[in-house]
């Protein structure tokens, strides 16, 4: 999931992208995630379909869902992560895809179709994802001899009394949960309580030497330096990865999958079904399959790009990054989450409690 | 009229959606059963889940706790404040009341995150201390404010008048300023400790591990846990201990105004 990156830039885009350009009638309304496409893409697009896109922002899936359910509508084409489109698919709210008009699904990977929320991809085309993972100061790691291919490093204290008040992690019950789980063997989207509790119980034996959770401002701390390591996205990483060399620091920031495997959230191109226009919501999805688009995101922000046709365009450094790009032995270990269903989401919400109070 | 738009009906809905059950991608269960198996209609089980538990106690004790240390720093750095301000020449007063609420100009979000910038590099972030320097400095104008109101009205022919029958300075301020200034002090300090036990952002912003307090708890139920209930509960919760502390407040000073 990409995060947030700087509410002035999405604004900025808003500006340049919605009231004050003044286009044709014809009109695409997308809700997309803030900063998850280029302004190159945007042009490129508004010209060929003579049209122009109009986008609204959300920063997460929730969000997106709670405004839908609030009657937001007019919307063509939305960009949920998988278990948003499960949620939007069970409850109705999407068109079926008419293949024939989407003749560049044949770009996407082998590996990226046909995915658990949507068999077939009846509803949904893949448009780009992210990992969570782990990001390191690499010469700090290098110097106190810390592993950077495991979660051992933010879990066990025997490493983490090196790095004490250095380390965040996700702000996130379920990213936290899953990369505790995934630590213990378990999978990503373990129900019973029991393998719960014991996240838990792991989880607070590491929380003296962590220094916050954060979600929103790890990164820019990891560039500064204020911390050494995080648990995070792979889009952030990537963009502090930048950012640190950008601005001449004498520290590199690095980031790998760990070894006992990582969550992949990929993130898909629907069709709502209050939309107006499915004929300009077809040519965009065509559009984006076709790749180039696709690679400009992947060149700007480092998200995964799930388009055969796109590589070639990709910064070959980028391409031939494990954490954004994973080989098939390192992406079977990738896990997307599922919904937990009301029940487990208050029992593992009470466990979440308790981490943050004790 | 007001308070039923904007304190009652607000506050039935609240009680209504902590009574159901929550919906399965977020919202509410329907009230009446759609599928067969599916939970509808009303439940006690918010808050069987929450009075079964200490821990929820416990976030409660503890935002109590950030609220009045809060409250009691602010109402510290802002009564000498006011008090320059009110004993000010009149010509001056308006510029400086101006430069009190001049930090409302720019947005909350955007200077809760200087105070990242400010404390980062003396690895002050991420910890309690951070939560309150950012709630002092968010809080201190809603203190200053009605304590420069009160202050402003005082007759100045009183602390002659204490001078002359012999009080020293700090004789004249805790016996004559002070007290005539408490009703500033009572309201300077509901308009700092209510909103502070709401607030999620700041905890959530520079807080560190521990930090969380009812208004996070809130905030979470909702867009974490897509538990609607549970979070109506929580703020019910939350609504009735403020209305308990300020009525429990108000006698405190009922009393104190009759011994005077």
Redesign the interface.
């Known amino acids: 999931m990409p995060r947030i990156f700087a509410?002035l830039a999405a604004t900025a885009l808003a500006l340049s992208t919605g009231a004050a350009r003044a286009g044709p009638n014809d009109v695409l309304r997308m809700f997309n995630w803030n900063n998850y496409m280029t302004e190159e893409a945007v042009t490129r697009f508004e010209a060929r379909c003579n049209c122009r896109l109009a986008q609204d922002y959300y920063s997460?899936n929730?969000?997106m869902?709670?405004k839908l359910?609030a009657g937001a509508r007019g919307y063509d084409l939305l960009v949920p992560t998988g278990n948003a489109v499960e949620?939007l698919i069970?409850?109705d709210q999407l068109r079926p895809l008419d293949k024939s008009k989407i003749p560049n699904l044949k770009n996407i990977k082998p590996q990226h179709l046909n995915p658990w929320f949507d068999p077939g991809n009846v509803y949904s085309v893949p448009y780009a994802y992210s990992l969570t993972i782990v990001g390191y100061n690499v010469e700090r790691m290098r110097e106190l001899g810390l592993p950077t291919d495991s979660l051992a490093v933010i879990f066990d204290p025997q490493y983490l009394r090196k790095v004490e008040?250095k380390v965040?992690v996700l702000?996130?019950?379920r990213e936290l949960f899953a990369a505790a789980l995934k630590y213990l063997g378990y999978s990503a989207n373990e129900s019973g309580e029991a393998k719960l509790k014991q996240a838990r119980d792991l989880i607070l034996r590491a929380?003296p030497y962590?220094?916050?959770?954060?979600a929103?401002?790890y990164f820019k701390?990891l560039t500064?330096g204020?911390v050494w390591l995080a648990h995070g996205y792979s889009n952030d990483f990537f963009t502090a990865q930048q950012d640190a060399r950008n601005a001449g620091r004498k520290f590199s920031i690095g980031f790998s999958i760990p070894k006992e495997g990582a969550v992949f959230a990929l993130d898909n191109l629907v069709m709502h079904k209050s939309g107006k226009r499915p004929d300009l919501a077809y040519q965009f999805i065509d559009f984006w399959l076709e790749g180039r688009a696709s690679a400009e995101l992947t060149n700007a922000i480092g998200a995964g790009s799930p388009n055969q046709a796109a590589m070639p365009l990709i910064d070959p450094q980028i391409a031939a990054n494990e954490a954004i790009f994973p080989g098939p032995e390192k992406f079977r270990q990738l896990e997307m989450l599922r919904?937990y269903?009301?029940r487990l989401?208050?029992t593992?919400?009470?466990l979440?409690?308790?981490i943050?109070?004790? | 009229m007001f308070l039923v738009v904007f304190f009652l009906l607000p506050a039935l809905i609240m009680v209504v959606a902590s009574l159901r059950y929550p919906g399965e991608f977020g919202g509410l269960a329907p009230l009446v059963s759609t599928r067969p198996g599916e939970e509808a209609g009303l439940t006690l089980e918010s808050y069987r889940v929450f009075f079964s538990d200490w821990v929820y106690f416990e976030i409660f004790a503890k935002s109590f706790g950030v609220a009045v240390l809060t409250t009691l720093v602010c109402l510290l750095m802002a009564y000498p404040v006011a008090a320059l301000i009110a004993r000010s020449p009149k010509r001056y007063r308006d510029m400086m009341v101006l430069l009190v609420v001049l930090p409302f100009a720019s947005n909350f979000l955007v200077r809760v995150y200087a105070w990242m910038i400010m404390l980062g590099p003396f690895e002050l972030l991420f910890s309690r201390f951070a939560v309150i320097c950012g709630m002092v400095y968010v809080h201190l104008p809603f203190m200053i404010l009605p304590l420069y109101t009160n202050l402003e009205k005082h007759d100045p022919a009183l602390l002659d008048a204490a001078q002359d029958l012999g009080a020293n300075a700090w004789q004249r301020f805790w016996r004559v300023t002070f007290p005539l200034s408490l009703p500033g002090v009572f309201s300077g300090s509901a308009l700092v400790f209510i909103p502070v036990l709401g607030m999620f952002a700041i905890p959530e912003i520079l807080g560190g591990k521990d930090d969380w307090i009812v208004g996070n708890m809130i905030k979470e139920s909702f867009l974490g846990t897509r538990d609607w209930p549970f979070g109506s509960m929580l703020s019910l919760m939350l609504t009735l201990a403020v209305l308990a502390v300020a009525a429990a407040a108000s006698w405190l000073a009922g009393r104190r105004m009759s011994r005077a």
């Open positions: 509410a997460d929730e969000e869902l709670a359910a949620a069970k409850s008040r965040t702000d996130s019950q929380k962590w220094a916050a959770f954060n929103a401002s701390e500064v204020n919904d269903d009301r989401r208050r593992l919400s009470r979440w409690v308790e943050k109070v004790r």
